[in-house]
């Protein structure tokens, strides 16, 4: 198996959307040790469990799945991985909040900290119910070898044809996974979470999702409606939007990164010309690429790094998703061009998180609910940023590799519901923008769009959103929630110095 399989298309192809919903988010820890068991007349066995980062017991289980819709009694089956995390107290034994993770192909319950932090007023009367999507976490993970960070750093993109090479590691992997994607789709996916809401006896679910997880929930919605109460969508992902779109969402989160510094006497004055010193790196590493040593960023230790335009790109791309990491940017850039690139390296790492990912969910998602309903015009807007033309360039690689089947025409079209939905955005999502959202609603006769102007991507994460999810919950209405405390400054200081690098560095880890 070729080493460079998956992280030639993560790194430098950019085929991976990576709308993660959780991944990139620091967690606080949940300590309820003592919480009450779940006690649902359940039909599948459940053991007690522990998830990273959650000190208390959870509950977890499975079952298994056909394969293929309508093959109940077919030999083919998947086991689906799902996990409780019990209500501090269970006023509501028969109503669980179901979360939805992102990616496309991440594990929701490698996520269960995260979930249990932005849910935590939610969960205080009901349970929060976790299921791997069939192809990810333990749920049949679909993935392919990947380079380690150190092969990472020292690959040059730039003497290689990415485009062959994303063909060629997608045969591999396609070798190597022997699927058939068409039953790994949103569309394949939602009747597991019916069969685990079933199987445990909740009567009604409350829905929360987060990134490519809001997808994954309205086709929940669209396929069993009268199992929802109500539906959080954070970050949200229409079914008629293309991950292409991405490129332009994070070209103007950039754009709105370097105003605000502008904007700032502090950042004006110690980076007068922020937005040029990018301009000059990226020119630079366009022309050569820059051939270094730096020090690994968890072990320390001397290792090559061959800096690439791409390097560059992925590099900012992931710094927008956060507002510590965004603070640190023109510092990064401007000790880059200085021959200093640790700054830059620290942001790098963050491209490390796409090894978690389950490659045949994403590619799924991709290639059977993406790639086949592009047009002229929507190519046509993707080029016009450098990471989304090369975003599908690659995509159009390797999807003509796994011929996956398209999902239904009408997958496309909006989500006509009464169900009462709250949408949550980030002014400054890097991925998801606003725009996105209100999409999404479009037949939504009984939604509310909240957007909190200074948050990035998922706004439960570093907002007052966990209490407005939980009180939205509980009133089974978004009309009347108050929204002031989204409003509240979430930027930070722009870092002008060593010292508040490695403190940042400190922070993140």
């Not at 789709?185 to 909740?202: H, K, M, Q």
Request: hydrophobic share 45%.
């Amino acid at each position: 198996m070729n080493k460079h399989v998956l992280s030639r298309i993560y790194q430098a192809s950019a085929v991976l959307p990576l709308l993660l919903s959780t991944s990139l988010l620091a967690a606080d820890k949940v300590n309820a040790a003592n919480s009450p068991i779940n006690t649902l007349p359940a039909k599948v066995q459940l053991t007690p469990c522990y998830a990273t980062n959650l000190p208390e017991r959870l509950l977890c289980g499975s079952l298994q799945q056909p394969l293929a819709k309508g093959t109940e009694s077919a030999k083919e089956t998947i086991s689906i991985h799902f996990a409780i995390i019990p209500a501090i107290k269970p006023l509501y034994p028969t109503e669980a909040v179901l979360a939805f993770a992102g990616g496309p192909g991440q594990s929701a319950f490698d996520a269960a900290a995260v979930f249990a932090n932005a849910l935590r007023y939610a969960r205080e009367s009901r349970d929060i119910l976790l299921v791997d999507q069939r192809g990810t976490g333990k749920s049949g993970l679909l993935q392919c070898a990947g380079m380690d960070l150190v092969t990472q750093f020292a690959f040059d993109e730039s003497t290689e044809d990415m485009l062959a090479l994303a063909k060629t590691d997608t045969e591999a992997c396609q070798q190597q996974l022997q699927v058939d994607l068409s039953h790994y789709t949103t569309v394949a996916a939602a009747s597991d979470f019916e069969a685990v809401r079933l199987a445990l006896g909740y009567q009604k679910l409350h829905l929360y999702g987060g990134s490519y997880g809001t997808r994954m929930a309205q086709e929940y919605m669209r396929q069993y409606p009268d199992a929802v109460v109500t539906a959080t969508l954070d970050g949200v992902v229409p079914f008629s939007q293309s991950f292409g779109a991405l490129g332009a969402a994070s070209d103007a989160s950039l754009d709105a990164l370097y105003t605000y510094c502008e904007a700032s006497t502090v950042c004006n004055q110690r980076y007068p010309a922020a937005r040029q010193q990018l301009q000059q790196l990226s020119q630079q590493l366009l022309q050569a690429p820059i051939k270094t040593k730096v020090r690994h960023p968890r072990t320390f230790a001397l290792i090559d790094l061959t800096l690439t335009h791409a390097k560059l790109l992925q590099a900012i791309r992931f710094a927008l998703y956060s507002n510590s990491s965004r603070a640190l940017l023109p510092y990064a850039i401007e000790q880059a061009l200085n021959g200093e690139y640790s700054p830059l390296v620290g942001l790098m790492l963050s491209q490390d998180i796409a090894q978690d990912l389950s490659i045949g969910v994403n590619f799924a998602v991709v290639c059977a609910e993406d790639v086949p309903f592009w047009t002229a015009a929507s190519r046509a807007e993707f080029t016009k940023s450098p990471l989304g033309r090369t975003w599908m360039e690659s995509a159009e690689a390797s999807c003509a590799v796994w011929q996956a089947s398209a999902v239904a025409a009408d997958f496309i079209k909006p989500l006509q519901t009464a169900t009462p939905v709250l949408l949550l955005s980030g002014g400054l999502d890097p991925v998801t923008p606003p725009s996105w959202a209100e999409l999404a609603m479009a037949k939504m006769s009984n939604a509310r769009h909240l957007i909190a102007p200074h948050a990035t991507h998922i706004v439960a994460s570093q907002s007052c959103a966990p209490k407005l999810i939980s009180q939205f919950i509980e009133k089974q209405s978004a009309s009347e929630l108050d929204s002031g405390c989204l409003e509240l400054e979430l930027r930070k200081p722009f870092i002008t110095n060593a010292n508040g690098a490695a403190q940042l560095t400190v922070d993140q880890e």
